[in-house]
């Protein structure tokens, strides 16, 4: 079983709980107009575009295939800022069983692994197996998605899955579509079937004004998922959008929401028993 990994990041603060190896898939099946990583979304096609932008002859076009030399790589990111497919030639098609190998080295020194994408629930197997070695050994599992997949049909992966992060990009529906490209039932069947298993870790939503009904969404999420706080704490983390990494098309058109706003909806979330709220 292989996939494309974009990138592993052996040390991370910022995706779950303690120090955590954070493993990156390629490929995503929305397209959120303010997506930060855009370069996970699609596989290289080798086009080439790439390969005259790297400053330091990093990237070749050998038999009709882009080759990635990590040796010469300075990590100026121009290869991705040109791509015109929303991909990466630096990815590496990886086993479950390799992504482990790189994982084990840092064993003593986190406390779990954290896998996102792209949307790594693309990939239901390979998460199943490389999650089940991590659990063997002593590590948390974590899930980055944003929802599309029907977890309650897949125990396997949810018995060795210690939580998902779940991304609620909007409430309603038509304007979830406008946001991503799909409708958001299955996301809210998600968010309510992993809360009732204590399986939802954390909740986020990404807030930019005028793009979608942000305290509807947070008010409807919180009034979803209240219910459920005795049987795990839900993180609830809201996020301002930022242009850095956005596309070039939607970045000047968004707006940043304001400090204020952000406090607004968090109190929002506090009152309906919410303690583990985080602005960022």
């Known amino acids: 079983m292989v996939v494309t990994v974009n990138k592993i990041i052996p040390f991370s603060t ?8 954070a493993i990156f898939l390629q ?10 990583n855009p370069e996970t979304r699609s596989k290289c096609v080798h086009c080439g575009t790439c390969v005259s932008s790297c400053p330091t002859g990093a990237l070749s076009f050998e038999g009709q295939k882009v080759v990635y030399n990590s040796t010469k790589c300075i990590h100026c990111d121009r290869c991705i800022n040109v791509c015109p497919h929303d991909s990466s030639p630096k990815t590496l098609d990886m086993t479950p069983e390799q992504v482990w190998q ?6 003593p020194f986190i406390r779990g692994i954290t896998v996102s994408g792209g949307e790594c629930t693309l990939y239901p197997e390979f998460l199943t197996e490389l999650f089940t070695l991590a659990q063997a050994h002593g590590l948390s599992t974590l899930i ?3 929802g599309t997949l029907d977890f309650e049909q897949y125990p396997d992966l949810l018995a060795v899955t ?3 992060m779940l991304d609620i990009k909007a409430g309603n529906s038509e304007e979830h579509k406008r946001v991503t490209g799909w409708d958001n039932s299955l ?5 309510r079937f992993l809360a009732s298993k204590a399986k939802l870790y954390e909740v986020r939503t990404v807030v930019s004004p005028d793009l979608f009904d942000a305290e509807q969404t947070i008010i409807q999420t919180g009034d979803m998922l209240s219910g459920f706080l005795s049987l795990r704490p839900i993180r609830y983390k809201l996020i301002s959008y930022r242009p850095m990494g956005v596309r070039q098309q939607y970045k000047d058109t968004l707006k940043i929401p304001a400090r204020e706003q952000m406090e607004y909806y968090a109190r929002l979330l ?3 028993g919410f303690k583990d709220i985080i602005i960022i």
């Open 14 to 21: 910022v995706d779950g709980p303690g120090n955590r190896t």
């Open 27 to 36: 490929g995503c099946n929305m397209n959120c107009l303010y997506c930060h």
């Open 102 to 107: 790189k994982v084990e080295n840092q064993i």
């Open 144 to 146: 980055d998605s944003n």
């Open 162 to 164: 210690d939580g998902v």
């Open 187 to 191: 996301v809210l069947k998600n968010a």
């Open 270 to 272: 506090a009152a309906k």
